[in-house]
Nanobody, 122 residues
Framework: QVRVVESGGGLVQPGGSLRLSCAASGSIFRIDRMGWYRQAPGKQRELVATITSGGNENYTDAVKGRVTISRDTAKNTVYLQMNSLKPEDTAVYYC????????????????WGQGTQVTVSS
């Protein structure tokens, strides 16, 4: 089983910054992709940013230029640096990790964290 845990959410004023962290742990054989998604009240969950094992980054248009995803492959950790935050960035942010696990046999995993609340408000 692969566990994903997020941290770093909170309340920030418009224009402020936050850094989210996400760590995957457990019987990991390899991680192919990690990413961040968000869900605002009354809306569907949407992609924020992803990063592959090869370092390819993908961002939704709404955050381009304000958000940077990065990773520490040795720690199976991904970060989301968010700058110039707007009230419309308010949402629960979820981390996702996709790859292959080692036990009970090598197989795919697609794991989600419990989410961390980000609130942008004055």
């Amino acid at each position: 089983q692969v566990r994903v845990v997020e941290s770093g959410g909170g309340l920030v004023q418009p224009g402020g910054s936050l850094r989210l962290s996400c760590a995957a742990s457990g019987s990991i054989f390899r991680i192919d992709r990690m990413g961040w998604y968000r869900q605002a009240p009354g809306k569907q969950r949407e992609l924020v940013a992803t990063i592959t094992s090869g370092g390819n980054e993908n961002y939704t248009d709404a955050v381009k230029g304000r958000v940077t995803i990065s990773r520490d492959t040795a720690k199976n950790t991904v970060y989301l640096q968010m700058n110039s935050l707007k009230p419309e960035d308010t949402a629960v942010y979820y981390c996702n990790s996709v790859g292959m696990k080692a036990t009970p046999y090598i197989s795919w995993f697609d794991s989600w964290g419990q989410g961390t609340q980000v609130t942008v408000s004055s």
